[in-house]
């Protein structure tokens, strides 16, 4: 039997995980069925099986692969940038399509997550790398602007993180998202960076 070439083997993975983000986005994870990511790939079934033991193991190799956003942080080099990230974050749940199939797409995510602790696992592992990423910047902000009270920083750094994730969570449920209340209240927050630290 014929050696299997590693460059061939990762560029067809790479074909497939392609394919079932699109598929994925579309349909939805349980609408979608390996015979619709095989066909939108361009392969046999078989195929897609020799790389793939299940829709699961897809699933699971695309979140794996999903990029942590933490280079736009680690470029703000001011409170006005990460303020503007910020923003642009919770303007993107505003966006029309945000609120359709990738929100259930989400959804079905976060239900796969409760019951695979594979994939639960590589969840937090991303959560966990963009919650060290921001606060990371806020700790940077905020010592250059000598706010150095590591608790305040902290505080401030979990509020930020808390609006961020009550924006998403607000767009996947379909609730109004009031996104200018969070904004003013993540402008409130990133302004307490320059506040002197207690005591002096």
Do not use: W
């Amino acid at each position: 039997m014929p050696k299997r070439d590693p460059s061939h083997m990762a560029a067809v993975r790479q074909q497939i995980l392609t394919a079932a983000r699109a598929v994925f986005e579309r349909k939805g994870l349980y609408e979608a069925s390996v015979s619709d990511v095989s066909k939108e790939a361009g392969l046999s079934v078989g195929s897609l099986y020799v790389h793939f033991r299940s829709k699961e193991a897809i699933l699971l190799a695309l979140i794996e692969s999903a990029e942590v956003h933490s280079a736009p942080l680690a470029a703000c080099n001011s409170t006005a940038d990460l303020l503007a990230f910020v923003i642009a974050i919770l303007r993107q749940q505003e966006i029309p399509d945000t609120a359709g199939q990738a929100a259930r797409t989400s959804l079905e995510v976060a239900a796969i997550a409760r019951r695979s602790p594979e994939v639960q696992a590589v969840v937090i592992r991303n959560f966990e790398q963009s919650r060290a990423a921001l606060y990371d910047a806020v700790l940077r902000l905020g010592n250059q602007a000598g706010l150095c009270q590591r608790d305040e920083v902290n505080a401030i750094a979990e509020s930020l993180l808390s609006i961020l994730i009550s924006a998403q969570a607000q767009m996947l449920i379909g609730v109004p998202l009031v996104i200018e209340a969070k904004i003013a209240a993540a402008h409130m927050l990133i302004t307490r960076l320059h506040a002197e630290p207690a005591g002096k």
